[in-house]
């Protein structure tokens, strides 16, 4: 877990307060900040070096194929996981490759995803419950499982329109109309 370097120390026996602190830093996998810090500088120093590199199909396909393969691995792999991921979003960002993953369907995802985020643990725990306690705990076929993830993405994208719709988009409203907007960022 967390950083190799945290990882030693922690076991060593001769570093206590430094165990503790480590352990502690162990927690927040602080490494993959320090990945998307450097993707960023990266694109941000090196434009148009990273579009060359993300308007490849086969890059692409690579990444999601490397990704897939080591999810399926332990914690031995995260750092790498890690690197692959920030290589995906590289993809993703540039405006100009064919293979970046905007949608009407995603658009809209991301107008309700500060519900997706806020309520998804709680459907999820509401989801488990009820599901367990009426299929039993000896299923986890591809039954229980489908129903289950099947039952928190459409519950969670459920409650999470319902949100914007009647919580989030009222306090806009009433934001806009009540108080005065200052504009950020340059004009």
């Known amino acids: 877990m967390g950083l ?4 030693l120390i922690a076991e060593s026996s001769e570093f206590a307060s430094v165990t503790a602190a480590a352990g502690f830093l162990a927690l927040f996998r602080i490494e993959f900040m320090a990945i998307g810090g450097a993707t960023a500088l990266l694109l941000y120093h090196h434009a148009e070096s990273v579009k060359r590199f993300t308007g490849s199909p ?10 897939g393969v080591l999810t399926t691995h332990g914690d ?3 750092l790498l996981l890690g690197l692959l991921y920030a ?6 960002i540039d405006d100009t490759n064919p293979l970046v993953l905007r ?14 985020y806020m309520y998804h643990p709680l459907v ?9 306690s009426h299929l039993g705990s000896h299923s986890r076929g591809l039954l229980y499982n489908g129903l289950v993830y099947g039952t928190v993405v459409l519950l969670s994208i459920g409650v999470s329109l319902l949100s914007h719709r009647f919580v ?6 009433l934001k806009n109309r009540q108080f005065t907007v200052i504009e950020s960022g340059a004009a």
């Not at 396909?61 to 990704?67: E, G, K, P």
């Open 76 to 78: 031995e792999f995260s």
């Open 4 to 7: 190799p370097a945290f990882k």
């Open 103 to 116: 949608s009407r369907p995603l658009s809209e995802l991301g107008k309700i995803s500060y519900g997706l």
């Open 168 to 173: 989030e988009q009222p306090f806009l409203r």
């Open 87 to 92: 290589a995906l979003l590289l993809f993703t």
């Open 124 to 132: 999820m725990y509401g989801c488990f419950a009820f599901i367990h």
């Open 58 to 67: 086969i890059v692409y396909s690579a990444i999601v194929m490397f990704i």
